[in-house]
């Protein structure tokens, strides 16, 4: 995927977005990637899961102390909407940054009014911060995502090294 022409100073970034329960029961996914296309990225893998207490305390592993960790871990599982999240990631040159803008901050009542999660995003009563989106923090963080919620097979293209191993299990298939 390298680009032809004029060489840029920026590499090439990768970052996760996930669109949370709440996004997904308001019917904002058509609303949420318009807003991310604005950024000029591309998509190179995209999933619905189902996402499990494992995967959620992975993702959050970083708010384990915090006193919201058992309502965050809730939220992200949809045990207050859906029980699924669309994970996306996105390709491009300074993509954190660039998705992180369209996002807008982790508090709703923070974010710039035009930001997805301004526009859609709430605090309920109970003080749970229902913001739509996750976006990556930097890149670091994507990359620890990104390892944890697609495998290198599920991006059309990806930036971190990989390995080829040859494994027996079980797997499901279609009748």
Sequence with gaps: ???????SNMAAEQTLVLIKPDGLIKGLTGNI???LSDA????VGSKVVQVTRELAEEHYQHLREEKFF???????MGEYHVKRILALVYHGENAIKKVRKVVGATNPEEAEPTSIRGKYGRITTKGVFENVVHASENPKEAEREIKLW???????????????????????FWK
């Design 1 to 7: 995927m390298k680009s032809k022409g004029k060489k």
């Design 33 to 35: 990637l318009t807003a």
């Design 40 to 43: 000029g990225l591309i998509i």
């Design 70 to 76: 058992d309502e965050l871990i809730n939220y992200i």
């Design 150 to 172: 697609f495998r290198p097979s599920e991006l059309v293209h990806t930036i971190y090294p990989t390995e080829t191993k040859k494994i027996t299990k079980s797997e499901v």
